[in-house]
C-alpha cells in the first residue's frame, strides 16, 4: 500500500520493467482486496474497491478477478435491450437491474472504469474498445484517457437544440470536471486554455461543445438566466438554422465550423464571440440527391403565416415546387414550426429586423425558379416572369434592372469598357452566384451583428448602404488583388493578461471527416480540415512529449509508434505542388478547365505516396487520408475555386437604385470601391472573409480564391491554437445508422484506429506525458515539502524538484490513496511525470490548499470576532445590567383596590376619598369596566420639551457616562447623541451609536442645553 516506482534512465530491458510493474500492481491490489473483505467483513471478492476522487480524475481500483468469459456473461445478464432506457440522457448513468443469476451484480469493472489508464492486462485495440462498448451500454457516454476526454454519441437524450438550454444539471459530470478544469488551470496559469474536439462527421462535437459552453457558463458565467447567456443561446439558435442541413452521413450536419471564443477577465465570463470557418454555399442552390438544403428554408415555409406568406410573395410556394428545394423530401412540419418560432424568438432578442431576413430568404428562393432560356432572339426569355418581379420587389430594386443584370457583362479590355450579352447558361449561373452571395452575406452580417457588444432595437434596421457601421474595408476585385496571403483574417484575442483569471478559453468545433457518392471541392476542404486537426494533435499529444524526453535523455517503457498524417497533409498545402496552390494557378487562367487540372495533379503528385490516380475517370483522383480513401470528382474545382460575381449584378444595388437598406448593405464594401459608379468588369468574392477584428483596424486585401481563403483563416486558427493550453475532446459515432441504443464493434474500432487512441493510451500509460520545468515544477507543488529545505533560488530549482519529490513520496505512504505507479524522471531542464503521478499530485496539491484555505478562514473569522468583541461585551453587559433593574423595579397597578394597603409600618392607611359607589358611577359614565381596565397606551412617537413637541429623531445630551459602572463607557457625560425612538422596554430610549442601537434610560440624557432646545424636527 502506497508503494511507489521511481525509474530514472534505467537500464533494464522494457519487457522487465513492464513485468515488473505488473507484478508489483497485482500484488497490491490482492492486498487492497483482502483489507476490504476484512474491513467490511464480506468473503465477496468481487465487489469493488473505495473511489478517490483526485481532481476531476477518478483513481479506480478493479478486482484482481478478471476473467473475460465473466465480463462477457456479465455484459449478456445485465445490458438486455428491456434493462435500458432509451430516454436516458447522454452521459447519464442507467441504474443497474436489481437482480441476477449466476453473475453478482455489485462488481462491473468496465462502468467504474472511468480512465483507460488504470485498465489492466495487454493494452490492444480489442481491450479499449471492450472497455468503451460496456461503459456506453451502462450509460457512461464519456471515458477519459489521462487529459484526452473520449465522447461516444449515443443518439439519445437531449436534442440538438436544447443541448445549450436544457436544465438537467447532471447531464454529464464529465463534462463538468473537464470545465471546472479548465477554469481552474486558467486562473493558476494564467495562460489561455482551448478545447478542441475532434470526430467524424455526425460523432457530436456540436452536442458536447454546447453542452460544454453550457458547464461554463454555469460556473463563471453567472448561470442560464443571465442576459450574457440568453443573448449567446439565442445566437445559436439563429446560426444553427442557417448552417445546418441533412447529408448523407447526418440528418442534421453543421456546415461550417465554429470557434467559440469565451472571454474572461477577474475570473468571469464577460463576453462570448463566435467565428464561423467555411460555408457550403454551393448546397443553397444545387444540393445533393438524398441531402437537404439549409434547413432554414423548410422551417420558414412551415412557420409562415399565411399573410407572411403573401408579403414576400410566397404564397402557394412549398419545398416540391421551388427549384432549389425539391431535390429533398421534406420532414416533419410541426418540429420545423416550433424551430422557426424559436428561430424568429432569436432574431428578436439578437435586435435584427425579421422581415429584413425573410426578404432576403424568400428572394433566394424565389431565384431559382427564375430560368433563362434562348429563344433565338437578341434578348433571353425568361420562364418564370412573376418570380423574376416578385425578387425585384423584395431586394428593392426594379425588375429592369435586375434583369439587365443578370443576362449582361462588363468586359474591360486593354482599358476599353463594353457591354455583352450572355447566353442563357452564363446568366442561369450568374443567378445562382447571386443566390449564393446573398445568402453568404446575411449569414455574415447576422455574425458580426450577434459579436457585437451593443443591443439595438429590435425595430432598428441594420443599416443602408451609407449606414457608419458598414465595414471600412474595401473588397478589391479579384483580377486586382494579390495572391499572396492575407494576415489573419479572424484575429482572435491574444494571451496578454492584466490580472488574475484574463484571458479567453475557446471551443474549436470544426468540420469533421465526411465521404459522399459524389465528393466535390467542399468536401476536401473540410477534410483537409480534419486533417489539420489530427496534425495538431499528433503534434501536441505525441511529437512534442517523445521529441522532449529524445533530447533529455529519458528512457519510456514503451515507445509508442503512431502514423503521422503529415504526407496527406502536405499533399494539400505544399505551395508549389499541394492541390490548393495548383488549383489557384489554374483559376487565374481565363481558359482554364478540369482537364488541365486533372493533367496538372497527375503529373507533379503522380509519385505521392497519397495520391492516386483514376484511370478509369480522367477528372476523378482518390487521396488517402487517415481516416480513409476519398475519391474527388475535380469536374468543378475550379469554378468553385473562383468563387466570384460580376460587378454588374452588384451595381444594381446601389443607393440611387436600391431602397431596399439592408440588401446596400450586404454589398457594402463592393459598392464602396464601385464608387457609385457603372460598372468597370470587376469580379468580387461571393462569400467574403469576415471583417478584420476591432482591435487591429487594418484594412487587409481578400485572398484571391475560395481554398487560399480558407487556408489562410486555418493557417490564423492554429496560432492562436499553438499560443494556449489545449485540451482535446475526441468524439466517436456509435453507428453509421444513427439509431439509438446501437453499439456498432466494426464502426467504433475504425474510428478508434484513425483517431489513434490506443496509441493514446500506450503513451499515458507508458510513457510521460506531464513535462514541467523546474521552477514552474517548484512553484505549482513547493507546498508538499517544508520551506526551511527549498532553496528558493532560480538556480537551484532542480534540488527544489528533488526535496519536493520525495516529500511526495512520503505523501503518498501515509495517504489512503490506492497503489499507482508513480513514476518520474528528471531532466535536464524538466521534471518528467507518468500521468498516475501526476494526477497523484494534483490530488495532493488540492488537498492542501483545501486544508490550507479551511486554516486561513477560520483565522480570519477568529480575528473578526476578536476585534468586535469589547464592543459586543459592553453591549451584553448593558443588557444584563437593564434586565436586571427591570426586575427590580414595581410598578403599580392603574386602578388600586379600594380597600387601603398595609404600609410597611403595619399601620393601615387612610381609607380612599371615593366610595365603590361612586367609583362605579364615574366608570359607567365614562364607559370604563372596573373587573378590565384598559390597556396601557402605546409610547408617543415624540418628547415635549417646553411646551415644544420634538419628534424622533432627535438629538440629546448625555447626563452623565453610560454605563455609569464601566472603566471605558460607551457614551460620555456631555456628549451629544442621536435618540432614534422609544424602546420596547418602559423608560428607556434608542440611541444609535457606532452602527448599533443602545437602549438607554431616559434620565440619562437632557433636552435642555444653555436654555435653548436641542433636537431635530421632521
Known amino acids: 500500500m502506497g508503494q511507489s516506482i521511481q525509474t530514472k534512465g534505467t537500464s533494464s530491458s522494457t519487457d522487465e520493467v513492464i513485468l515488473l510493474r505488473e507484478q508489483l500492481r497485482t500484488l497490491s491490489l490482492e492486498m487492497m482486496t483482502l483489507k476490504h473483505a476484512i474491513n467490511t467483513k464480506g468473503s465477496n471478492l468481487h465487489a469493488p474497491l473505495p473511489t478517490t476522487n483526485c481532481n476531476g480524475f477518478t483513481h479506480v481500483v478493479p478486482s484482481p478477478m478478471q476473467d473475460p468469459s465473466y465480463f462477457d456473461a456479465y455484459r449478456d445478464q445485465r445490458y438486455s435491450s428491456s434493462n435500458h432506457s432509451p430516454s436516458c440522457y447522454s452521459g447519464c448513468s442507467c441504474s443497474p437491474p436489481s437482480s441476477g443469476k449466476g453473475v453478482p451484480l455489485t462488481f462491473d469493472p468496465y462502468t467504474d472504469l472511468q480512465d483507460l489508464i488504470q485498465m489492466s492486462g495487454p493494452l490492444t485495440e480489442e481491450a479499449v474498445l471492450r472497455v468503451l462498448r460496456h461503459r456506453w451500454h451502462g450509460g457512461e457516454c464519456h471515458t477519459r484517457v489521462g487529459p484526452v476526454l473520449i465522447s461516444i454519441n449515443p443518439y439519445r437524450g437531449v436534442p440538438l437544440e436544447q443541448a445549450l438550454q436544457h436544465n438537467r444539471t447532471n447531464q454529464s459530470e464529465q463534462l463538468h470536471r473537464l470545465a471546472a478544469h479548465v477554469l481552474k488551470e486558467l486562473i493558476d496559469t494564467g495562460a489561455s486554455q482551448t478545447i478542441i474536439l475532434g470526430g467524424e462527421s455526425g460523432s457530436g462535437k456540436t452536442h458536447t461543445s454546447q453542452s460544454l459552453l453550457r458547464q461554463l457558463y454555469r460556473q463563471a458565467g453567472g448561470g442560464t438566466e443571465t442576459d450574457t447567456f440568453k443573448h449567446l443561446a439565442a445566437s445559436f439558435t439563429v446560426l444553427r438554422s442557417l448552417g445546418c442541413a441533412k447529408t448523407s452521413s447526418n440528418c442534421d450536419s453543421s456546415r461550417m465550423g465554429h470557434y467559440i471564443e469565451v472571454l474572461l477577465s477577474d475570473c468571469a465570463i464577460y463576453r462570448t464571440k463566435i467565428h464561423y470557418y467555411w460555408l457550403d454555399h454551393g448546397r443553397v442552390v444545387s444540393p445533393r440527391l438524398g441531402e437537404r438544403n439549409f434547413n432554414i428554408f423548410y422551417q420558414m415555409l412551415a412557420g409562415l403565416s399565411k399573410d407572411e406568406r403573401v408579403k414576400l410573395h410566397l404564397n402557394g410556394c412549398s419545398a416540391h415546387t421551388l427549384a432549389y428545394l425539391n431535390k429533398s423530401r421534406t420532414e416533419n412540419a410541426d418540429r420545423e414550426r416550433i424551430r422557426f418560432e424559436s428561430w424568429r424568438n432569436g432574431l428578436a432578442v439578437l435586435g435584427i429586423p425579421f422581415f429584413d431576413v425573410m426578404r432576403i430568404l424568400a428572394a433566394i428562393l424565389l431565384l431559382g425558379n427564375v430560368q433563362f432560356i434562348e429563344d433565338g432572339g437578341y434578348e433571353l426569355d425568361i420562364k418564370g416572369n412573376n418570380e423574376i418581379k416578385s425578387v425585384a420587389a423584395l431586394l428593392g430594386v426594379s425588375g429592369v434592372s435586375l434583369y439587365r443584370g443578370l443576362t449582361t457583362r462588363t468586359n474591360s479590355l486593354k482599358g476599353q469598357v463594353f457591354k455583352s450579352l450572355c447566353d442563357a447558361q452564363t446568366a442561369n449561373k ?71 483569471g ?21 468536401q476536401l476542404c473540410v477534410n483537409h480540415c480534419s486533417e489539420t486537426l489530427q496534425l495538431f494533435y499528433n503534434q501536441r499529444v505525441f511529437n512534442r512529449i517523445q521529441d522532449t524526453c529524445r533530447e533529455e535523455s529519458i528512457q519510456c517503457d514503451v515507445q509508442v509508434e503512431y502514423s503521422s498524417n503529415r504526407p496527406c497533409f502536405e499533399l494539400v498545402t505544399l505551395k508549389e505542388t499541394g492541390i490548393f496552390s495548383l488549383l489557384s494557378k489554374e483559376g487565374l487562367e481565363p481558359k482554364s478547365n478540369s482537364e488541365t487540372l486533372t493533367e496538372n495533379l497527375n503529373n507533379k503528385l503522380q509519385s505521392h505516396s497519397c495520391f492516386q490516380n483514376e484511370i478509369d475517370n480522367k477528372d476523378m483522383f482518390t487521396i488517402k487520408h487517415s481516416a480513409g480513401d476519398v475519391t474527388y470528382n475535380a469536374s468543378e474545382f475550379v469554378k468553385t475555386n473562383r468563387d466570384v460575381i460580376n460587378d454588374d449584378v452588384i451595381s444594381i444595388f446601389q443607393k ?44 487587409e486585401e481578400t485572398s484571391s480564391s475560395l481554398c487560399q481563403d480558407f487556408q489562410v483563416r486555418l493557417d490564423s486558427l492554429l496560432k492562436t491554437l499553438s499560443q494556449a493550453s489545449p485540451h482535446f475532446i475526441r468524439c ?67 534540488q527544489d524538484s528533488k526535496v519536493i519529490l520525495d516529500c511526495f513520496l512520503q505523501a503518498m505512504d501515509q495517504s489512503k490513496l490506492p497503489y499507482l505507479s508513480t513514476r518520474w524522471a528528471l531532466g535536464t531542464r524538466h521534471v518528467f511525470l507518468s500521468e498516475e503521478a501526476w494526477q497523484c499530485l494534483e490530488c495532493l496539491r ?28 459592553a453591549l451584553l453587559q448593558t443588557k444584563l445590567s437593564n434586565s436586571k433593574r427591570m426586575q427590580c423595579l414595581e410598578v403599580e397597578p392603574i386602578y388600586e383596590g379600594i380597600q387601603s394597603a398595609t404600609s410597611s409600618s403595619g399601620k393601615t392607611s387612610e381609607p380612599d376619598r371615593c366610595d365603590t359607589d361612586i367609583v362605579q358611577q364615574t366608570c359607567s359614565v365614562y364607559g370604563l369596566d372596573v373587573n378590565h381596565p384598559p390597556p396601557i397606551p402605546k409610547s408617543r412617537p415624540y418628547t415635549v420639551a417646553g411646551s415644544i413637541r420634538v419628534d424622533f429623531p432627535q438629538t440629546r445630551i448625555m447626563k452623565c457616562n453610560y454605563p455609569d459602572n464601566s472603566t471605558e463607557p460607551l457614551l460620555q457625560a456631555g456628549e451629544p447623541v442621536l435618540v432614534t425612538g422609544v424602546s420596547a422596554t418602559r423608560g428607556l430610549l434608542i440611541i444609535e451609536h457606532n452602527s448599533c442601537a443602545l437602549h438607554v434610560p431616559y434620565q440619562y440624557t437632557q433636552v435642555k442645553a444653555n436654555g435653548m432646545t436641542v433636537g431635530t424636527k421632521l
Open 732 to 798: 466517436i459515432r456509435s453507428n453509421d445508422r444513427e439509431e439509438p441504443n446501437s453499439f456498432d464493434s466494426d464502426a467504433v474500432r475504425k474510428q478508434i484506429k484513425h483517431l489513434q487512441l490506443l496509441e493514446t493510451v500506450q503513451l499515458m500509460v507508458g510513457g510521460y506525458p506531464r513535462q514541467i520545468r523546474f521552477p514552474s515544477f517548484v512553484s505549482r507543488y513547493r507546498f508538499l515539502a517544508r520551506h526551511k529545505k527549498l532553496k528558493g533560488l532560480m538556480e537551484k530549482s532542480l
Open 502 to 522: 484574463e484571458g479567453f478559453i475557446g471551443i474549436v468545433d470544426m468540420l469533421g471527416f465526411e465521404t459522399t457518392q459524389c465528393n466535390r471541392l467542399e
Open 430 to 500: 450568374t443567378r445562382d452566384s447571386l443566390a449564393k452571395a446573398l445568402y453568404c452575406r446575411t449569414v455574415l452580417t447576422i455574425t458580426k451583428r450577434l459579436n457585437s457588444l451593443k443591443k439595438l432595437s429590435i425595430s432598428h434596421s441594420l443599416g443602408s448602404s451609407d449606414d457608419s457601421r458598414i465595414n471600412d474595408v474595401c473588397m478589391k476585385p479579384v483580377r486586382q488583388a494579390s495572391p499572396a496571403p492575407s494576415k489573419s483574417s479572424t484575429n482572435h484575442s491574444s494571451s496578454s493578461h492584466g490580472s488574475i
Open 656 to 699: 440611387h437604385s436600391c431602397n431596399f437598406g439592408f440588401a446596400g448593405y450586404l454589398f457594402a464594401p463592393e459598392l464602396k470601391a464601385l464608387q457609385g459608379k457603372s460598372p468597370k468588369g470587376f469580379m468580387f468574392r461571393i462569400s467574403p472573409s469576415p471583417p478584420p477584428s476591432e482591435n487591429n483596424g487594418k484594412h
Open 846 to 873: 488540492d488537498a492542501r490548499q483545501h486544508q490550507a484555505a479551511v486554516h486561513i478562514q477560520s483565522l480570519t473569522r477568529r480575528w473578526i470576532c476578536m476585534k468586535h468583541w469589547p464592543t459586543l461585551k
